[in-house]
């Protein structure tokens, strides 16, 4: 009894009747056909990783490993303001800033600083900084100067500068005026040492650099001191000459002219005032004299001495009269006297008033006298003072040119004793933060992470190179790439047949299903019967496009297949490579085409295979009788079993195949494609020659696993 053990399905065999299992998207977007290309092609994807690890591994190998020193200085742009006003400007902008520290960063890795280092470490004999001449230089050399106008020899501190300057860096860190400085250099301590070097070069350098602006400045101030006081000396002489001539003398920044003008109108105005005030003095004293004024009125009489012993004679006159009047009574003889001495006393009065008024016009007088000579002065003086003004005028400008003269020699001078000063000065605050350390690491990343780099770069090129070889290399691939090129379902997807036969206890053969093929086929079987077993016989022709040895094999083992599980099978090879009858232990009574002559059945022409499948061997003097007499006796012979698969020729390459496989008589076609031996032209030649025929069912061999 023969039995077909089970087990667990890693294949996919078939999709529901009338569910088309195509899908639309490319193969590329899958994972699992991604991982089946790079499983397939695991050489190529490890290749270029394990030539970027060896390339990685030489470059660490060859090339001398460079280590970075990093030094940070600050440039203050700003300075200390020592004196009010320096040579370099401060407390700019902060854009103006900004450009400054940018600018210091040019002159930090200067030829001018470099070259200062070269030569206090002579760089010009060190080999890392002036590669020895190798033999390949010395070829190249050679060569260009059989096209190249030779020039001069090599200038070691040249070629040393030109490395350090590749060697340094310098950058502004954001926000700040702080320069960072790196230097690299194959020994850690050189490093080091030429990062601080460089650092205390700059700030010397720029020091005297400060110091030489000042200098130069200084010196072009005081080469100008000398013209600019014959400068002023010639306009103070010019100016001096010109007053001499025009007679503008004058003092307190007044001329002599102006000084006489102002004290005439100042005379002229205390004249007037005295006249005036003699006037009113004259007319009081005349009312007075006039008796038209009281005698105590006038400040002047009420003042004057002799009138007041005028009239204190008259007062004791009359007093002693009135003793006389009161004693001797009015008509006394002696009362006369005393009438005589109070007239006489009186007369003296008036004729003493009389005499301040005369005294007094005379003053009068002579101040209408004096006032219109200083009027008529003053008159004469202005109109000389309309002469003078033009002269003035110009005496003023020539006095400004003396005055600027003056200003911007003085300028000068104090301006050339403060840069004497500043030289001595060293007034820039920038300074090195952070001095030059030993470096930790080399230049780089680490040498893990260029493993690690070269291994993601080697894989991930092998893997590019992987998925760029599936269509390169024309061939199938997977399910899921036929599925696309055919536009048809894939109903079974085989892999390779191992085949494992054995003996039962009974001793009937037993095919074990402990490979994948055998399940795979037993699967399809199924399948076909379900699909296709309503109608018996159940016929199946099975083609290709190329896949000459998995169709015939699939035959073979569907045929096997049927044949374990009962059925009465008949396999008909009409290969012309006869695949399928080259192995027959042994030979039919009588050769196909011999039947077909004499119309008799197949039967006679049948042979018995090991499982009990009944086998019409290849006849291709049978097939030259023609293909539908061929046919006819196929499907006469199909009458007396249960399933027929008939392994017929390549499409595409076989006349008389193309012709079965195009016949409707025959229910299922089965076209086989192999994963790693079929080509995607082909196929499509295939399926041209075979339309859009219902019938054709795809099957896939030598197929992987599906995850």
Do not use: C
Not at 60 to 83: E, F, K, M, S
């Amino acid at each position: 009894m023969t039995m077909i053990e089970r087990m667990p399905s890693r294949f996919f065999v078939g999709a529901e009747p009338g569910k088309p299992d195509v899908t639309p998207e490319p193969w590329f977007l899958d994972p699992r056909e991604i991982g089946r290309a790079l499983r397939a092609r695991w050489a190529l994807v490890l290749a270029p990783a394990v030539l970027l690890l060896a390339a990685a591994a030489a470059w660490l190998v060859l090339v001398p490993p460079l280590y970075p020193a990093v030094t940070q200085i600050l440039i203050d742009p700003r300075g200390i303001q020592v004196v009010k006003d320096g040579v370099t400007p401060s407390d700019q902008a902060s854009d103006a800033s900004l450009f400054l520290v940018d600018s210091q960063i040019r002159v930090l890795i200067s030829d001018d600083v470099l070259r200062q280092v070269v030569n206090r470490f002579k760089l010009d004999q060190d080999p890392e900084f002036v590669r020895p001449s190798s033999l390949l230089d010395t070829l190249k050399s050679s060569l260009s100067s059989l096209f190249v106008t030779a020039g001069g020899p090599a200038d070691d501190t040249l070629t040393a500068l030109r490395t350090l300057r590749d060697r340094a860096t310098a950058r502004r860190l954001e926000r700040s005026f702080v320069v960072e400085l790196a230097v690299t250099s194959q020994e850690r301590r050189k490093s080091a040492e030429l990062a601080q070097a460089i650092a205390e070069t700059y700030l010397t350098t720029v020091s005297q650099a400060q110091a030489q602006v000042t200098r130069k400045a200084g010196e072009a101030v005081s080469s100008r001191l000398g013209e600019l006081q014959d400068d002023l000396r010639q306009a103070e002489d010019k100016a001096q000459k010109f007053r001499a001539a025009n007679n503008l003398v004058g003092t307190r920044g007044q001329l002599v002219s102006e000084q006489a003008l102002t004290q005439l109108n100042q005379q002229l105005g205390a004249a007037r005032a005295r006249a005036g005030e003699l006037r009113g003095r004259l007319a009081q004293i005349e009312a007075v004299a006039n008796g038209r004024a009281d005698l105590n009125s006038v400040t002047e009489i009420v003042q004057s001495t002799t009138i007041g012993q005028l009239r204190a004679q008259l007062a004791q006159v009359e007093a002693a009269r009135a003793d006389t009047v009161s004693n001797l009574g009015p008509r006394h003889p002696t009362l006369r006297t005393g009438e005589l001495q109070v007239q006489t006393l009186r007369n003296d009065i008036t004729a003493e008033i009389r005499r301040i008024a005369a005294a007094t016009r005379n003053d009068y007088r002579s101040a209408l006298s004096n006032e219109a000579s200083l009027a008529a002065t003053l008159e004469s003086r202005k109109k000389e003072a309309l002469s003078v003004d033009k002269s003035f005028v110009r005496l003023r400008e020539l006095e400004r040119q003396v005055e600027a003269s003056r200003a911007i020699y003085e300028a000068f001078l104090v301006r050339a004793r403060e840069l004497q000063e500043q030289q001595r000065l060293d007034t820039s605050t920038s300074r090195v933060i952070s001095p030059a350390s030993l470096p930790a690491s080399r230049l780089g990343p680490p040498i893990p992470v260029i493993f690690a780099a070269a291994l993601a770069a080697g894989l991930g090129l092998g893997a590019a190179l992987a998925l760029l070889a599936v269509p390169a290399a024309g061939r199938i691939g997977s399910r899921r790439r036929l599925q696309q090129i055919a536009g048809l379902p894939v109903i079974a997807a085989l892999p390779a047949k191992v085949p494992t036969r054995t003996r039962s206890k009974a001793g009937s053969e037993s095919l074990r299903a402990d490979t994948a093929y055998d399940v795979a086929v037993a699967r399809l079987g199924s399948r076909l019967q379900r699909d296709f077993g309503a109608t018996r016989p159940t016929i199946v022709l099975v083609t290709s496009a190329d896949d000459r040895g998995g169709k015939s094999e699939l035959a073979r083992s569907l045929a096997a297949s049927a044949a374990l599980d009962g059925q009465r099978v008949l396999l008909v090879d009409a290969d012309p490579e006869a695949m399928i009858s080259r192995n027959l232990r042994s030979k039919a009574k009588r050769g196909a085409a011999d039947v077909l002559r004499t119309h008799s059945g197949l039967g006679d022409a049948l042979v018995e295979g090991p499982t009990g499948v009944k086998i019409l061997p290849f006849d291709d003097a049978a097939l030259r009788l023609g293909t539908a007499a061929y046919t006819g006796a196929v499907l006469t012979a199909a009458t007396a079993f249960d399933t027929v698969f008939v392994d017929i020729g390549l499409i595409g390459t076989d006349i008389a195949a193309e012709r079965l496989a195009q016949d409707q008589r025959f229910p299922a076609l089965l076209l086989t494609a192999s994963a790693t031996r079929s080509g995607t032209a082909r196929l499509r030649r295939a399926l041209d020659a075979l339309g859009r025929d219902p019938r054709v069912q795809l099957v896939m061999t030598d197929a992987e696993a599906e995850g």
